[in-house]
T-cell receptor
Framework: LAKTTQPISMDSYEGQEVNITCSHNNIATNDYITWYQQFPSQGPRFIIQGYKTKVTNEVASLFIPADRKSSTLSLPRVSLSDTAVYYCLVGVQSGGYQKVTFGTGTKLQVIP | NAGVTQTPKFQVLKTGQSMTLQCAQDMNHNSMYWYRQDPGMGLRLIYYSASEGTTDKGEVPNGYNVSRLNKREFSLRLESAAPSQTSVYFC?????????????FGPGTRLTVT
């Protein structure tokens, strides 16, 4: 399983754009990159997923360079409700199950 | 749709007691998972079930057993609880097949073993 490295914590002011970078140097050809968000006392929630280049949805963008050894989750104009832990996962679906590893994540604190 | 549901929400056990954590999903997913999350840590996979009738060990299976009762339900059993099993337990499910994936998580069961 590909190991991921991301900052332990980040602070941001409300209204700013936040970029969280994840390093995954040993990503395999078939691996996808997925980001989850977790609020205290809740299960993780899927944010976005990509394989290469750029993916955008209604809540975030995911930038993946050509070598795919890192990825950046971009949250536009964060609000206090975006305070959460963000996990970067790299893995593949194999044999009907998704082989991924959750690291310790990045704790984002949004400041008013 | 309720998504993924877990029971109970909270449980306190004495060392050596047994219990079963229940999980059900109504999304017709093939794959189901059990994770544990210790304070300040990420999630660690205990067991998973790729499809109905199959189960396999994850990263930390010792002290646990699972049953995939049917496509909807996946239970986790602690035969003889230990304080080291104090944790929050999350069940998840996902569709299998196709490109990429997304896991849907339940609200968790907070277990304390004294």
């Amino acid at each position: 399983l590909a190991k991921t490295t991301q900052p332990i914590s980040m602070d941001s002011y409300e209204g700013q754009e936040v970029n969280i970078t994840c390093s995954h140097n040993n990503i395999a050809t078939n691996d996808y990159i997925t980001w989850y968000q977790q609020f205290p006392s809740q299960g993780p929630r899927f944010i976005i997923q990509g394989y290469k280049t750029k993916v955008t949805n209604e809540v975030a963008s995911l930038f993946i360079p050509a070598d795919r050894k890192s990825s950046t989750l971009s949250l536009p104009r964060v609000s206090l409700s975006d305070t959460a832990v963000y996990y970067c996962l790299v893995g593949v679906q194999s044999g009907g199950y998704q082989k991924v590893t959750f690291g310790t994540g990045t704790k984002l604190q949004v400041i008013p | 749709n309720a998504g993924v549901t877990q029971t109970p929400k909270f449980q306190v056990l004495k060392t050596g007691q047994s219990m079963t954590l229940q999980c059900a999903q109504d999304m017709n997913h093939n794959s189901m998972y059990w994770y544990r999350q210790d304070p300040g840590m990420g999630l660690r996979l205990i067991y998973y079930s790729a499809s109905e009738g199959t189960t396999d060990k994850g990263e930390v299976p010792n002290g646990y057993n699972v049953s995939r009762l049917n496509k909807r339900e996946f239970s986790l059993r602690l035969e003889s609880a230990a304080p080291s099993q104090t944790s929050v337990y999350f069940c998840a499910s996902s569709h299998s097949g196709g490109d990429g994936y997304e896991q849907y998580f339940g609200p968790g069961t907070r277990l304390t073993v004294t």
